[in-house]
């Protein structure tokens, strides 16, 4: 309660100052936000021409930015989902990554936890620990119009508790994810399930998917590249090519079924159907406000990290999500009113292709491990301190060492030195930046690498080094199998990890194409700016040319 009040407050301050020209006339009913995560912007031009539902109606009847990137280092799924909800960066929401070294607890944290919130199980589970956008620094256009007098209900709904979360930030009368086996939300957001999404998951059980297959939507020549790539990575009871079984192979009833079913079109296509029961059963776009519903799509994410961008499974899963949406898009048409909603489109991040794949057409690119980058570190630091861990932890590009242990080595510069240039010397590290630089002013000259560490650094939480890899290189833990890690990754500064799509649809945004550089950043603010309510701590900017005039 504390913290919600904070966060009224906040709002409540700046508004006066930063307040926008409100759009009350045309204000719509209903705001929607979509993000698919992991969808690449080249995904537009390399796959778009087999899309004619939902994917293609948002192409070609609304605002296109082709030109969108996130412009920050850590292109992670929590980052990016603050990123899109709050209108800032991670140096100012605070959500550096999906996960980050908490150097009081000594502990690693994730992004959604809340120590403070249990767990609301929609069905018939112990509640275990609760989650929600406790660790974000920034309001959320969602926690903006909660607070605002033309509110409405406020839903957010993905796989991920991440994404749902960030989506939601401190207050929603729904947000709901998958933890274990079933769907979950936590006290953080409300203490008891919401009865209409409930009789929605009681009626239609994930588990009616069991032993079902997915096979390619489409003719064998819709499709681009091989259908079993080098150094593709299916999960166990998979092959690499198609069909794909929604049970173990032996046909019993195991966890299995459910990481095969969220890995797989069903589980998209069912988050789009619990939205359309949020729309019925409580009547978003129907009242006197303004409701707000937010869905991540998370399917293309665990694919794309198993099979890689120029798999045959990606495309059919945007195959399958451009059918999956176009349905949506019609129930909002028909329950909602095509001129009282607006909707907003994008993605998290992209994703890097598969080292190997790369590395075969003549690319370098390759894995870097980090159990090599902490061991060389603690190897040099070890000839002089004596044997030990010095390394606490390496979460992507951020490495954080145990407490004293960075003190030790700021004090003794040519120590630090020989640190980075042990890291720098790991195949596939581009450079390494003390984290310490990025807190104070930039210089005039800084290069993109900087520039992008930059944006990402939060003081207190980010590492103490930040490893740069070279494109097309991807970090990896040594888990001892022929291809450690997942077949590819993302959370670089390259353009393949910062261009997303991001379009704006619905009553009253002017369709078109936009050659504008802009950010997801973007999408809070220019909400903010049609709703006429106030977001001032974001730091993207209304895309006004969109926005009906007055």
Not at 362 to 370: C, E, L, P, S, T
């Amino acid at each position: 309660m504390m913290r919600r009040a904070l966060f009224g407050c906040v709002l409540g301050l700046f508004s006066f100052a930063t307040a926008t020209t409100p759009l009350a006339a045309t204000r719509p009913s209903l705001v929607v936000v979509i993000v698919v995560d992991q969808m690449r912007r080249d995904y537009v031009e390399d796959y778009g021409s087999h899309w004619t539902k939902g994917l293609r109606r948002l192409l070609d009847e609304g605002a296109v930015y082709p030109n969108a990137a996130y412009p920050y280092l850590t292109t992670l799924t929590c980052a990016g989902h603050a990123t899109i909800a709050t209108g800032t960066f991670p140096s100012t929401h605070g959500i550096i990554n999906n996960t980050w070294w908490d150097r009081e607890t000594q502990k690693n944290v994730s992004c959604s936890s809340d120590a403070t919130g249990r767990e609301v199980p929609y069905g018939d589970r112990q509640p275990g620990a609760g989650g929600g956008a406790r660790l974000l620094k920034a309001p959320t256009f969602a926690d903006a119009l909660a607070d605002s007098p033309q509110h409405g209900h406020i839903v957010t709904l993905s796989m991920k508790r991440a994404s749902a979360a960030m989506l939601a930030g401190q207050k929603a009368d729904a947000a709901l994810w998958l933890q274990g086996n079933g769907w979950s939300s936590s006290t953080a957001y409300a203490p008891a399930p919401e009865k209409s999404l409930l009789r929605f998951i009681q009626s239609n059980p994930v588990e009616a998917d069991f032993g079902k297959s997915w096979s390619r939507m489409g003719k064998g020549s819709d499709y681009k590249y091989e259908d079993a790539g080098l150094g593709e990575k299916p999960p166990p009871e998979w092959d690499p090519t198609f069909p794909h079984l929604l049970q173990p192979r032996d046909g019993k009833p195991t966890t299995f079924f459910y990481a095969a079913w969220e890995e797989s079109p069903y589980s998209d296509a069912y988050v789009a159907r619990m939205a359309s029961a949020a729309i019925d059963g409580m009547k978003l776009g129907q009242g006197p406000g303004t409701d707000y519903l937010a869905i991540s799509f998370s399917a293309l994410d665990v694919v794309g990290h198993d099979f890689g961008p120029r798999s045959h499974e990606i495309q059919d899963v945007l195959m399958r999500l451009d059918e999956t949406l176009g349905k949506f898009l019609a129930d909002l048409d028909k329950k909602v009113g095509t001129d009282r909603y607006v909707l907003a489109f994008t993605a998290d991040h992209g994703v890097a292709e598969i080292p190997e794949q790369a590395k075969a057409e003549g690319k370098d690119a390759g894995r870097i491990m980090m159990n090599d980058i902490m061991a060389r570190t603690d190897q040099t630091m070890s000839a002089k301190y004596g044997a030990g861990h010095w390394v606490a932890a390496q979460a992507y590009s951020e490495l954080y060492f145990r407490a004293g242990a960075f003190e030790k080595l700021t004090a003794d510069p040519e120590l630090l030195a020989s640190v980075i240039h042990g890291i720098e010397a790991v195949p596939g590290v581009q450079r390494v930046i003390d984290g310490r630089t990025l807190a104070a002013p930039p210089a005039a000259d800084e290069d993109a690498a900087t520039q992008a560490a930059r944006k990402s650094y939060f003081p207190g939480r980010s590492g103490d080094l930040l490893i740069i890899p070279k494109a097309n290189w991807i970090f990896v833990s040594d888990d001892k199998t022929i291809i450690p890690g997942n077949a590819t990754t993302h959370g670089t500064y390259n353009d393949y990890d910062q261009r997303v799509p991001l379009i704006l649809f619905g009553g009253g945004i002017a369709k078109g194409r936009y050659e504008t550089a802009v950010t997801p950043a973007d999408i809070a603010p220019t909400l903010a700016r049609l709703c006429g309510i106030s977001l001032p701590t974001a730091t993207g900017h209304p895309l006004d040319e969109v926005l009906p005039r007055q």
